[in-house]
């Protein structure tokens, strides 16, 4: 068994890896080789624990993760066990493996619902997460131009020159959401806001969203309208979506939508169910992060760690 940092996650995992095995373990979802369990919370006054566990026969691999919320931070663990014997086999410092994973989960996504002719991107949030959506949907489309905007301007002008130097593409910092909507075939919103800030009325024909940030019934990204506008929605896990996509399940408490109209992205993938049926329709992605993710990337990392020989031995 070996302890893996963030360090060597750094070293060890690429996006291009990570869109490969998540797309492989959505599969596997779909074909009914894999399962996911939705994540559950232990509440305490001072710190929320978060835990979420999957596991794949054609991996062969289970594990989850568990991570802890506090006024100070997040502190993040995957626990990997081989499928066939039971042994555990890592531990996985999971911070960065988490942004990529996310990212990776909204490029994928992009792949199979976003127009193929898109190489335009809007994007609401500017944080640390934001910079994965970003690379991970310019790996699956030939993308030529993205506006960002973040509400603190000196963070989304850093993030625009960062993001301009590390995907060789421009991308410019807007003064208010709404420019960066407008234009946008492929629009991400990644923030950790309580009320929507993306509308429906921007979102041009064809666009394809990827709502990213909200995992709780507290928050929303994205208004009643965007809802009503898409033609297509899509989740990573329906079991999940219920218990925390605080952007479903308002326009499903008015009778805007129904579950039996929403689709895994699995499924999709799997081709059980239509994506994208027209060019002008509005797709919208809604990512509240699920363990399958976690474990196939996390299976990736223990490999090459033990090809390149990186980690701790413990036990």
Request: include cysteine; charged fraction near 20%; glycine fraction near 8%.
């Amino acid at each position: 068994m070996i302890y893996i940092t963030e360090e060597d996650v750094r070293r060890l995992l690429s996006m291009d890896r990570a869109i490969k095995s998540i797309e492989k373990a959505f599969h596997e979802l779909g074909t009914g080789s894999g399962n996911n369990i939705p994540r559950s919370r232990v509440q305490l006054p001072n710190q929320t624990l978060h835990v979420m566990s999957a596991g794949s026969t054609e991996l062969n691999y289970t594990g989850l993760k568990a991570y802890t919320t506090t006024q100070s931070g997040a502190q993040f663990l995957v626990i990997l066990f081989q499928g066939n014997s039971g042994d555990p086999v890592a531990i996985i410092e999971a911070d960065l493996l988490g942004q990529i994973r996310t990212g990776a989960a909204s490029g994928i996504a992009t792949k199979y619902l976003a127009n193929e002719e898109a190489t335009t991107v809007g994007i609401i949030g500017t944080g640390w997460q934001a910079r994965s959506q970003l690379e991970a949907v310019s790996k699956v489309r030939a993308i030529t131009l993205a506006k960002a905007y973040g509400r603190d301007k000196n963070r989304r002008e850093k993030f625009c020159l960062e993001m301009t130097e590390k995907l060789g593409l421009p991308v410019k910092p807007v003064d208010n959401p709404m420019d960066c909507i407008t234009f946008a075939e492929i629009v991400i919103t990644i923030t950790s806001s309580e009320c929507p800030v993306l509308q429906g009325a921007w979102l041009r024909p064809g666009a394809h969203v990827n709502a990213a940030g909200s995992n709780s019934v507290q928050r929303r990204e994205i208004d009643l309208e965007a809802v009503k506008k898409s033609n297509v929605v899509v989740v990573d896990s329906k079991d999940q979506a219920k218990l925390e996509s605080g952007d479903l399940l308002e326009p499903i408490k008015q009778g805007a939508l129904s579950w039996e109209s929403v689709s895994e992205l699995a499924a999709v993938i799997v081709g059980d169910v239509p994506g994208r049926v027209n060019t002008t329709d509005i797709t919208l992605f809604e990512s509240q992060g699920i363990a399958m993710e976690d474990v196939a990337v996390a299976s990736l990392v223990y490999e090459q760690a033990k090809v390149q020989n990186i980690g701790q031995k413990i036990g």
